[in-house]
């Protein structure tokens, strides 16, 4: 029996990379460290557990695995949890990865979504690359309902999405998790953009392409005065955030000198927008810089974040680098 399920796994896995390869399925081509954070707890049935990992690989199928640009850890859960990755995350081989999100075993105990967050962390802080390459760090837990053992999840999801980790969770539900676990995932997420609820692991499945497309619109975290490289074809974009100066209670110009090494690339700008595609109405200027533009934007003291986009002009390869200065303001 287990050896007829390993076969129907590796059919599967066959099956989804071969179509999405030749009928062009959507594909991510983003950058991006991904950790796959999965309930395996006893309140899941083994069928939909299986129909959960049919759904990942989906899910990594549209990745760009394989390269530098999409990497990939796994966190199967319960009461307690394995995590399946290589030295580092962005070095897993494609079929390597989908063969280990086949075998993942379910576990069938309680629910230690905390710990599972905490082994998650200790991991990025390891392994992810770091924070100067500006690759986005995406933590994407599956669950069926709240936590029941372990250390609280909200904190420990905190603790991911502050310093030194800065990373986006998307936290998604499974069928009715109820209040509480309503309640659980929003504080996870910290960002209703970045919850989703769905009625069964079945129409997880149906899914799997929005979701994959989502998380690779997430922006990755920039540091000011740390000059940083990038890449992208024609026709799309590369997505950044910073913190901006409220905790200061101050005004701020944030400048964002950009230069293109090869191709075009265009930068737009917003402290509302996640992935703006257009001008912010904020006073944004630009200006020739030492053969580079310059973009100013004005940023308010009560603008929790700035948000900003590059987008590749040419329509092969669009290679540039860029350091965002921060300008405090008096007024």
């Given at each position: 029996?287990?050896?007829?399920?390993?076969?129907?796994?590796?059919?599967?896995?066959?099956?989804?990379?071969?179509?999405?390869?030749?009928?062009?399925?959507?594909?991510?081509?983003?950058?991006?460290?991904?950790?796959?954070?999965?309930?395996?707890?006893?309140?899941?049935?083994?069928?939909?557990?299986?129909?959960?990992?049919?759904?990942?690989?989906?899910?990594?199928?549209?990745?760009?695995?394989?390269?530098?640009?999409?990497?990939?850890?796994?966190?199967?859960?319960?009461?307690?949890?394995?995590?399946?990755?290589?030295?580092?995350?962005?070095?897993?081989?494609?079929?390597?990865?989908?063969?280990?999100?086949?075998?993942?075993?379910?576990?069938?105990?309680?629910?230690?979504?905390?710990?599972?967050?905490?082994?998650?962390?200790?991991?990025?802080?390891?392994?992810?690359?770091?924070?100067?390459?500006?690759?986005?760090?995406?933590?994407?837990?599956?669950?069926?309902?709240?936590?029941?053992?372990?250390?609280?999840?909200?904190?420990a999801a905190q603790a991911l999405r502050s310093n030194p980790i800065e990373g986006t969770i998307f936290a998604v539900g499974i069928g009715n998790i109820g209040t509480q676990g309503d309640a659980e995932l929003l504080g996870i997420a910290g960002d209703p953009d970045y919850v989703l609820n769905i009625a069964s692991y079945l129409d997880l499945a149906r899914v799997t392409n929005a979701i994959t497309m989502k998380?690779?619109?997430?922006?990755?975290?920039?540091?000011?005065?740390?000059?940083?490289?990038?890449?992208?074809?024609?026709?799309?974009?590369?997505?950044?955030?910073?913190?901006?100066?409220?905790?200061?209670?101050?005004?701020?110009?944030?400048?964002?000198?950009?230069?293109?090494?090869?191709?075009?690339?265009?930068?737009?700008?917003?402290?509302?927008?996640?992935?703006?595609?257009?001008?912010?109405?904020?006073?944004?200027?630009?200006?020739?810089?030492?053969?580079?533009?310059?973009?100013?934007?004005?940023?308010?003291?009560?603008?929790?974040?700035?948000?900003?986009?590059?987008?590749?002009?040419?329509?092969?390869?669009?290679?540039?680098?860029?350091?965002?200065?921060?300008?405090?303001?008096?007024?």
């Open positions: 029996m287990q050896m007829m399920m390993l076969s129907i796994s590796l059919f599967i896995i066959y099956f989804l990379t071969f179509s999405i390869h030749v009928y062009g399925q959507n594909k991510c081509e983003a950058f991006i460290d991904l950790t796959l954070i999965i309930d395996s707890s006893g309140s899941i049935s083994p069928d939909d557990f299986e129909q959960g990992k049919k759904a990942l690989i989906d899910l990594v199928s549209r990745l760009n695995v394989g390269t530098e640009k999409a990497g990939v850890a796994i966190i199967n859960y319960s009461s307690t949890m394995s995590l399946s990755a290589q030295t580092d995350v962005f070095e897993f081989d494609r079929m390597e990865l989908l063969q280990q999100i086949a075998e993942l075993p379910h576990l069938a105990q309680n629910t230690s979504t905390g710990e599972a967050l905490a082994l998650a962390n200790s991991y990025c802080q390891a392994r992810c690359r770091p924070a100067t390459q500006a690759i986005p760090r995406v933590f994407a837990i599956f669950t069926d309902g709240h936590s029941n053992e372990g250390r609280p999840p909200i904190p998380m690779c619109e997430f922006p990755a975290f920039v540091l000011p005065n740390i000059k940083i490289r990038g890449e992208m074809t024609g026709n799309s974009s590369r997505y950044y955030k910073m913190h901006t100066l409220k905790k200061l209670k101050k005004n701020a110009f944030f400048e964002i000198e950009i230069n293109d090494r090869v191709g075009k690339t265009a930068v737009y700008t917003s402290t509302t927008n996640k992935n703006p595609s257009s001008s912010s109405p904020k006073s944004i200027s630009n200006r020739n810089v030492r053969g580079g533009n310059t973009y100013t934007t004005f940023v308010p003291a009560n603008a929790d974040n700035f948000y900003f986009s590059v987008k590749g002009v040419m329509s092969n390869l669009n290679q540039f680098d860029f350091i965002v200065r921060v300008r405090s303001l008096d007024f």
